[in-house]
């Protein structure tokens, strides 16, 4: 089954970028999808296809994808983006959605 | 507004059943597929069953195969999970989701969670 690699923290501090990977084979050929959760809530979704956001998501939020690694960046970080992050893509060969382990952001 | 809302979480003794349902409203539920994904305490998301638009279609996640069964029932507007056969593995919030419209879109609504602990 695919596996999507998510590192388990990110430390940053506020105002600086922080950049939060998902790791999984080929996976530049997929469509990624980043969900932010803070504590007690549902989860968010903050990017979609890759790059592209939701309505109502700030233009700090961007993202990229190529060869083995999808990446969430946060530009101008502040204490609010602090949170779970986590990546996600249909896997067509199994059918299936999958989820990245989740990523802890820090704003130090 | 767009809203999906979870019930039937509860406490379950390990071997015994549960029965989940997700209310949607402020979107044409019939147009959509529909999700449930799990959160363990302190762990990740889990997704572990989607169900097509019209109901036909269904797919689980190994973990929980032969022993959960979605459904739904679009003249109610309607979602459920029959869990059987339940562990202590099977303690969670489950979430409700709602996919867009392709897949290449990601889940867009999320309901708030129905928490299940299976404890003797």
């Known amino acids: 089954s695919y596996v999507l690699t998510q590192p388990p923290s990110v430390s940053v501090a506020p105002g600086k970028t922080a950049s939060v990977t998902c790791g999984g084979d080929?996976?530049?050929?997929?469509?990624v999808h980043w969900y932010q959760q803070k504590p007690g809530q549902a989860p968010d979704l903050v990017v979609y296809?890759?790059?592209d956001r939701p309505s109502g998501i700030p233009e700090r939020f961007s993202g990229s994808n190529s060869g083995e690694t999808a990446t969430l960046t946060i530009s101008r970080v502040e204490v609010g983006d602090e949170a779970d992050y986590y990546c996600?893509?249909?896997?067509?060969?199994?059918?299936?959605?999958?989820f990245g382990g989740g990523t802890k952001l820090t704003v130090l | 507004q767009v809203q999906l809302v979870e019930s039937g979480g509860g406490v379950v003794k390990p071997g015994g059943s549960l029965r989940l349902s997700c209310a949607a409203s402020?979107?044409?539920?019939?147009?959509?597929?529909i999700s449930w994904i799990r959160q363990a305490p302190g762990k990740g998301l889990e997704w572990i069953s989607f169900?097509?638009?019209?109901?036909?279609?269904?797919k689980y996640s190994d973990s929980v195969q032969g022993r959960f069964t979605i459904a739904r029932d679009n003249t109610k507007n309607s979602l459920y999970l029959q869990m059987n056969s339940l562990t202590a593995a099977d303690t969670a919030v489950y979430f409700c989701?709602?996919?867009?419209?392709?897949?290449?879109?990601?889940?867009?609504?999320w309901g708030q969670g129905t928490t299940v602990t299976v404890s003797s």
């Open positions: 996600q893509v249909w896997d067509f060969s199994s059918d299936r959605w999958v």
């Open positions: 402020g979107f044409p539920f019939s147009d959509y597929y």
């Open positions: 169900i097509s638009s019209s109901g036909v279609y269904t």
């Open positions: 989701v709602r996919e867009a419209s392709t897949r290449q879109l990601g889940m867009d609504v």
């Open positions: 080929n996976i530049g050929t997929k469509s």
């Open positions: 296809d890759n790059r």
